[in-house]
C-alpha cells in the first residue's frame, strides 16, 4: 500500500464471478433412479459381482462359478445378487438347478451420463457472470 496525500492506496484485485451451469439438471424421477442404482451398488461384493459377470465368457456367469470366488455363505452372496437384479443392474435366468445372471447396460450408462465430464453431476467451467444477469439477481 502506498500513502499518496495522506491517503492509503490499494493496489486493485480482479474480482471474478462465476456461476455454474449444469449440462442439465436432474429431475426427481432421475435422482431418484440413480439413488437406488448407487444405493445397490454400494458395497464391495456387489462392485466385483458386477466385475467378474462383466468379464465372463459371453457375458454371463452361473452362481457355481461366482461362488467360488467369495468365501461367503451362499444365502449371503444369493442376498448381493437379488440386490442388484432388483435394481435392474442384472437379470437371472434359472437353467435346471442353478441362476445364471447377466449385466443389462442401461442402469450402469445412466449413472455415466450422470458422472462423466459435463454432466449434470460433474463440475465444468462456468461462463463469467453477465451484466444482464446481474441486473436480474
Known sequence: MA????HVRQKPVAVTLLLAEPAAVVSDTEAETAAKLFKALSDPVRIRLVSLIRHSPGG???FCDLAEDFDMPQPSLSHHLRVLVT?????????????????????????????????PLADRPAPLLDEERSKRC
Do not use: D, K
Open 87 to 119: 435394481a435392474g443392474i442384472l437379470t437371472r435366468e434359472r437353467r435346471g438347478t442353478w441362476s445364471w445372471y447377466r449385466l443389462v447396460p442401461e442402469p450402469l450408462e445412466s449413472l455415466g451420463s450422470l458422472l462423466r465430464e459435463g454432466g
Open 3 to 6: 500513502a499518496h496525500n495522506g
Open 60 to 62: 454371463e456367469a452361473c
